[in-house]
């Protein structure tokens, strides 16, 4: 097959990214349903290809094939790669241009305790097919660790399994990994699978229907000016010259992942679509909120199944003292479409949402051959409702409205934001706080659960077991957040997150017009460095009842440049009043942080020159989520005792140093600060 160029083909590209601007703008994405249904169902060589069934062949150049009349996958035997993928008159809609081994694989992150990081690929060295007939085919690459490979591979037996079934436009892959009792230790900080699409045909990326468009090329990048962090490049002179001046970093598309279900690219000659299906995160870590990576330059589509990325080492990949250990990571969907070239492209995303929808509604899938999937029989149920008591905001019970609720391996409150070794499962429950957690394997759980607008993590007081066939209702669940007394000023809303404060316009020079009046704006890049900008002389001030935390609260607290690449630390102020005092109680500070990358946060009451603080965080975090656009990484929350008499009666001052200023990217995100009054104290209320 020809290639063709970009450079050659520029001018109907153009065109089509005007089109895809345009049809955004008008929410062409979410009005196209009819005229998808209408294109895919008049596709007789669909219908046709269907009527052929599943074949499989081992091909003697060491090849797998398999072959439904949709989608022909080609995998390296035995290692298990994908190396080709044929559809819709694209021969390989991979990178014909990279070796076979740089085209779809898995990969690990992982390194002996005091050793460097290396990645491997998990190369199998034997096959096996586990089935075949006409209807389904289902194919087995494995790996099986010994001491003789220490040090040059992960220590793990790997089977990688890649399942085509009659009918469906694509394929699945998922695999069982397993450390045996007594193998050496071991870090694994990332487990992802890796397709890296043809760079002359897949320009346009779509993760959502508000981040959607054409994407640069790599060599646009490699012709960039590279910026502070090692992602970001800034595009000099790309072959799209509407680029031109724009940033591209991989981590300006990064994803929550309870919302990271579908990614992927469109091609524009032909038009075809290429997407990642992910309709669980069960197998994921950190939870529902964890944040990972999804599609970016290359052309790239990434399936994250573990990461340290937004959390660092804090969450636990660590594997110690022989410690067993078996998960399956996915199955996930590679989803294949095309539309005519009279239809509107965007009906690609449009389908590949339908086709997302209807692979959760099949969650969990009930044709893995593997009994290490468990399938919906052999799996429970657990619900409940959930609701809040905290009697200084209502006497009475209170629902938890959208409370994020869920089962992960036992632990303390708040541990499974750092757990990622077992399986969790997450629910948001409705707004009288009634949940359901569908589908949950069989093991030991506890249950947490953390409510938008509420202070800190609610864990229940006894942990449950879950069987084939459970179905466990908890009854009423009453959360009791940690408060010491009445509230007399808060700033900021207690979600996790640091969206609400001010995030200000980036350099323009310095954009990604994908977030050009964007409500994801904290994506853009540099935005660390406008603090200085707008605190010249001096630091933030925030005065309680006059500032507002939308306007007057910068998203992160930053260090400062002053210049030769010389960073200081920074002190931010908040004043307020109290009318009355209680020489008797304490009161106590509600400090809820976001994020924090290499910090130490101190606080001092009334007295920024005291040589120790009255509170210190110590150094803390390594989530990085200031230099990767992330507006959140792992929560923290601090009840600071503040004695009576550090307050004044009339005016008072909070001075909030952020002290370590090695470089631009050290600083904490705030989620949320409240001052309470002394416990029972409805007195020393906020002066006017």
Same mark, same amino acid.
């Given at each position: 097959?020809?290639?063709?160029?970009?450079?050659?083909?520029?001018a109907?590209?153009?065109?089509?990214?005007?089109?895809?601007?345009?049809?955004?703008?008008?929410?062409?994405?979410?009005?196209?349903?009819?005229?998808?249904?209408?294109?895919?169902?008049?596709?007789?060589?669909?219908l046709?290809?269907d009527?052929?069934?599943?074949?499989?062949?081992?091909?003697?150049?060491r090849?797998?094939?398999?072959?439904?009349?949709l989608?022909q996958?080609?995998?390296?035997?035995?290692?298990?790669?994908?190396?080709g /993928?044929k559809? *819709? #008159?694209i021969?390989?809609?991979?990178?014909i241009?990279?070796? @076979?081994d740089?085209? =779809?694989?898995? $990969? +690990?992150?992982?390194?002996?305790p005091g050793?460097?990081?290396t990645?491997?690929?998990?190369?199998?060295?034997?096959?096996?097919?586990i089935?075949?007939?006409?209807?389904?085919?289902?194919?087995?690459f494995?790996?099986?660790?010994?001491?003789?490979?220490?040090?040059?591979?992960?220590?793990?037996?790997?089977d990688k399994?890649y /399942?085509?079934? *009659? #009918?469906?436009?694509g394929f699945y892959?998922?695999?069982?990994? @397993?450390?045996?009792? =007594?193998?050496? $230790? +071991?870090?694994?900080?990332?487990?992802?699978?890796v397709?890296?699409l043809?760079?002359?045909?897949?320009?346009?990326?779509?993760?959502?229907?508000?981040?959607?468009?054409i994407?640069?090329?790599?060599?646009?990048?490699a012709?960039?000016?590279?910026?502070?962090?090692?992602?970001?490049?800034l595009?000099?002179?790309?072959?799209?010259?509407?680029? *031109?001046g724009?940033?591209?970093d991989k981590?300006q598309?990064?994803? @929550?992942?309870?919302?990271?279900?579908?990614h992927?690219?469109?091609?524009a000659d032909?038009?075809?679509?290429f997407?990642m299906?992910?309709?669980?995160?069960e197998?994921?870590?950190g939870?529902?909120?964890k944040?990972?990576?999804?599609?970016?330059?290359?052309?790239t589509?990434l399936?994250?199944?573990?990461?340290?990325?937004?959390?660092?080492?804090?969450?636990?990949?660590?594997y110690?003292?022989?410690?067993?250990w078996?998960?399956?990571?996915?199955?996930?969907?590679?989803?294949?479409?095309?539309v005519?070239?009279?239809?509107n492209?965007?009906n690609?995303?449009?389908d590949a949402?339908?086709?997302?929808?209807?692979?959760?509604?099949?969650?969990?899938?009930n044709f893995?051959?593997?009994?290490?999937?468990?399938?919906?029989?052999?799996?429970?149920?657990v619900?409940g409702?959930?609701?809040?008591?905290?009697?200084?905001?209502?006497?009475?019970?209170?629902?938890?409205?959208?409370?994020?609720?869920?089962?992960?391996?036992?632990?303390?409150?708040?541990?499974?934001?750092r757990e990622?070794k077992?399986?969790?499962?997450?629910?948001?429950a409705d707004?009288?706080?009634?949940?359901?957690?569908?589908?949950v394997?069989?093991?030991?759980?506890?249950?947490y659960?953390?409510?938008?607008?509420?202070?800190?993590d609610?864990?229940?007081?006894?942990?449950?077991?879950?069987?084939?066939?459970?179905k466990?209702n908890?009854?009423?669940?009453?959360?009791?957040?940690?408060?010491?007394?009445?509230t007399?000023?808060?700033?900021?809303?207690?979600?996790?997150?640091?969206a609400?404060?001010f995030?200000?316009?980036p350099?323009?020079?310095?954009t990604?017009k994908?977030?050009?009046?964007?409500?994801?704006?904290?994506?853009?890049?540099?935005l660390?460095?406008?603090?200085?900008?707008?605190?010249?002389?001096d630091d933030?001030?925030?005065?309680?009842g006059v500032?507002?935390?939308?306007?007057?609260?910068?998203?992160?607290?930053?260090t400062r440049?002053?210049?030769n690449?010389?960073y200081?630390g920074?002190?931010?102020?908040v004043?307020?009043?109290?009318?009355?005092?209680?020489?008797e109680?304490?009161?106590?500070?509600?400090?809820a942080?976001a994020?924090?990358?290499?910090?130490?946060?101190?606080v001092?009451?009334?007295?920024?020159?005291?040589?120790?603080?009255?509170?210190?965080?110590?150094t803390?975090?390594?989530?990085n989520?200031?230099?990767?656009?992330?507006?959140?990484?792992?929560?923290?929350?601090?009840?600071?005792?503040?004695?009576?008499?550090?307050?004044?009666?009339?005016?008072?001052?909070i001075?909030?140093?952020?002290?370590?200023?090695?470089s631009?990217?050290?600083?904490?995100?705030y989620?949320?600060?409240?001052?309470?009054?002394?416990?029972?104290?409805?007195?020393?209320v906020?002066?006017?």
């Amino acid at each position: 097959m020809e290639k063709v160029s970009w450079k050659g083909k520029w001018a109907s590209v153009a065109a089509l990214s005007a089109m895809f601007t345009l049809l955004v703008f008008l929410g062409g994405v979410r009005s196209e349903k009819t005229s998808v249904r209408k294109v895919l169902s008049s596709n007789d060589r669909e219908l046709q290809a269907d009527s052929l069934g599943v074949q499989l062949s081992v091909k003697y150049r060491r090849q797998v094939v398999m072959n439904n009349g949709l989608v022909q996958v080609t995998f390296s035997n035995p290692e298990g790669e994908v190396i080709g /993928i044929k559809y *819709r #008159g694209i021969d390989n809609v991979l990178e014909i241009e990279n070796d @076979e081994d740089n085209r =779809g694989y898995w $990969d +690990v992150v992982w390194y002996e305790p005091g050793k460097t990081g290396t990645y491997d690929k998990l190369i199998g060295t034997h096959f096996k097919v586990i089935m075949a007939d006409e209807n389904q085919a289902e194919i087995s690459f494995t790996r099986t660790w010994n001491i003789s490979f220490r040090g040059s591979q992960v220590p793990l037996n790997v089977d990688k399994r890649y /399942i085509m079934r *009659r #009918g469906c436009s694509g394929f699945y892959f998922y695999a069982i990994m @397993e450390r045996e009792k =007594g193998w050496p $230790d +071991v870090d694994m900080d990332q487990i992802r699978a890796v397709f890296k699409l043809q760079k002359d045909k897949f320009h346009y990326m779509a993760l959502s229907d508000d981040r959607q468009r054409i994407m640069p090329m790599p060599e646009d990048r490699a012709t960039g000016l590279p910026l502070a962090y090692p992602e970001a490049v800034l595009l000099t002179n790309p072959t799209n010259p509407e680029l *031109r001046g724009e940033v591209d970093d991989k981590y300006q598309y990064s994803c @929550e992942d309870k919302d990271n279900r579908l990614h992927g690219w469109i091609s524009a000659d032909p038009p075809v679509g290429f997407w990642m299906i992910t309709p669980s995160d069960e197998f994921r870590n950190g939870g529902a909120n964890k944040q990972g990576l999804t599609s970016h330059v290359g052309p790239t589509a990434l399936s994250m199944f573990t990461s340290t990325h937004y959390a660092g080492k804090e969450i636990n990949t660590e594997y110690r003292n022989g410690e067993p250990w078996k998960k399956v990571f996915g199955p996930v969907l590679v989803y294949l479409n095309s539309v005519s070239t009279k239809e509107n492209p965007l009906n690609l995303w449009a389908d590949a949402k339908e086709q997302m929808f209807k692979e959760s509604a099949k969650w969990p899938y009930n044709f893995p051959q593997s009994q290490d999937f468990p399938k919906a029989y052999q799996r429970g149920n657990v619900s409940g409702q959930l609701q809040v008591l905290d009697r200084y905001i209502s006497e009475r019970l209170m629902w938890a409205d959208s409370a994020y609720v869920g089962l992960a391996a036992p632990g303390d409150v708040g541990s499974w934001e750092r757990e990622a070794k077992g399986y969790q499962f997450w629910t948001k429950a409705d707004r009288k706080g009634y949940f359901m957690i569908k589908n949950v394997r069989e093991g030991y759980y506890s249950l947490y659960a953390w409510v938008p607008g509420i202070v800190g993590d609610y864990k229940l007081n006894h942990n449950i077991t879950i069987k084939a066939g459970s179905k466990i209702n908890l009854g009423v669940l009453v959360y009791q957040p940690h408060r010491n007394g009445p509230t007399l000023w808060e700033i900021g809303f207690p979600d996790r997150s640091a969206a609400e404060f001010f995030v200000p316009d980036p350099y323009p020079t310095l954009t990604n017009k994908l977030y050009t009046n964007h409500p994801d704006k904290f994506r853009q890049y540099g935005l660390w460095e406008r603090y200085a900008d707008l605190y010249r002389n001096d630091d933030l001030r925030y005065i309680v009842g006059v500032s507002d935390y939308t306007r007057d609260w910068f998203f992160a607290h930053v260090t400062r440049n002053v210049g030769n690449r010389t960073y200081q630390g920074t002190t931010w102020q908040v004043i307020f009043e109290l009318k009355s005092m209680n020489p008797e109680g304490n009161y106590t500070l509600q400090l809820a942080l976001a994020s924090a990358t290499d910090s130490e946060l101190q606080v001092r009451f009334n007295k920024p020159d005291t040589e120790l603080p009255h509170f210190s965080t110590g150094t803390i975090g390594k989530d990085n989520a200031i230099a990767r656009h992330g507006i959140h990484g792992l929560y923290r929350l601090y009840s600071i005792n503040v004695p009576s008499f550090l307050l004044n009666r009339g005016n008072n001052t909070i001075y909030l140093t952020q002290t370590r200023s090695r470089s631009p990217f050290q600083g904490v995100m705030y989620d949320y600060i409240r001052l309470e009054g002394p416990p029972g104290n409805l007195e020393g209320v906020l002066g006017n």
